[in-house]
C-alpha cells in the first residue's frame, strides 16, 4: 500500500439509545437504553483516515502515531499484536487506502471468494427478560411475543430469546415455567419456520436444559446458547441426549471468558458454533479462528453486543469465513456515527462495497466528543 505514518490519533465515546428499555438477563440486572460508543480515527500523513471502535488511553495511542502504516498492519495478516487496540480502525483505514470493502480483504487474507453483493443473514438479540415485573405468565409471554413482532416489522426473521429467569430474578420453578411460555408464545407469533435460538447465559444446570429442550421440542429450537458453564462432561452428555431426543438443536458457546478448551471442543464436535465476542477477540483474530473452524466443519456466529457498531463489522467476516451462521444485530441509533449503505430486509442484511466498513461519523459531533471525552494527538 505503501508507506505513511500515522499523523493522527482522535478518540471519543459517542452515546446512543435503543428503541425501547432493554432488561436483565438470567445473571444481570436491567441493561437500560444507552449505549456508548468508544471511537479512535487514525489519520496518515497522505490523509487517509480510518475510525473504529476502541479502547485506549493516551499513552497507548501516543506509541502508535508516528508509526508506518505498513509496520503495524499487513494485508496478508491483518494488524499486528502490539496494536490490535487499533484492530477496527486499522482495518477500515486498509479498505480506504486500496478502495475495497474490508469484506474484501479479509476473503483474501482466508483465500476466499466473495459472492457480491454481500448479503449475511442476521438475528433480533433484542428479547431480554424485560417482564420481571409481571406476575401472570401469560402476560409475561405475550409481552415477549409482541417484541419479536416488533423485530419482525423492522425486517427479522430470526429471534434469539434470553432465558434463565429462575437463576436470579425469580423462584426457580416458576422461572422455567415462564421461559417455556415465552419460548411458546414467541413461535406461535413468528410462525412455525422462522429460527428461534435460545440464551441462558450459563443460568442453567444440564438437567434443566434438558427440561427446556424437551419442553419445547415442538418449538424447533435453532441453538442453544451457554446453558451452563462450559464443561465437556456436560457438553458430551447434552450432544448425546440432544441425538437419542432426535433433536436438533445446535450448541453455541463462548462469549466472555470463555472456557480455553472451547475450541477443542469445537474441534470434536462437542461444540456446534463458537461465540467469542467481535470485539474482545478483535477482526484478526477471528479471521485465524474462523480458518481453523472451517478446517473442522464447525460454524461461528460472533456476539457483540452492546454497541450497534458490531452490528456493521461483524457483517465484513461473512465474507472471509464458511461457517459463519448468524450476524448478532443489536438495534440502536447514536447520533453522529452513520451506516448508509447497510439495510436489514427479510433476515438479511446487505453491506455496502464502499471502501473499509463504510461507516462515517458527523465532524461536528465527533469534535466534541473528543473535547467531552476523549483526547487528540498529531505529530
Known sequence: MGSSRIVAIEWGTLEGKRPRLVGSNARLGPHG?????????????????????????????????????DDVFDLKQGTAIPWLAFDYALWDLAGKRKQKPVYL??????????????????????LYLDDLNLTNDEEAAHLIASEAAEGYKLGHRAFKIKIGRGARHMPLEQGIQRDIAVIHAVRKEIGPDLPIMLDANNGYNLNITKRILRETASDRIFWIEEPFHEDAILYEDLREWLEAQQLTTFISDGEGAADPHLLEWARIGLVDVVQYDIFSHGFTSWLATGRELDRWGARMAPHHYGTHYGNYVAAHLAGAIRGFVYLEWDEATTPGLSAPGYKLVEGRVSVPSVPGFGITVDEAVFTQAIAESGFALRL
Open 33 to 69: 437504553d444507552t449505549i456508548r460508543l468508544p471511537l479512535a480515527r487514525l489519520t496518515t500523513e497522505d490523509g487517509q483516515s480510518g475510525i473504529g471502535l476502541c479502547i485506549t488511553n493516551e499513552e497507548k495511542a501516543s506509541a502508535l502515531l508516528g508509526r508506518s502504516f
Open 105 to 126: 480483504l479479509a476473503a483474501a487474507v482466508n483465500e476466499m471468494t466473495v459472492e457480491e453483493p454481500l448479503s449475511v443473514p442476521c438475528y433480533d438479540t433484542s
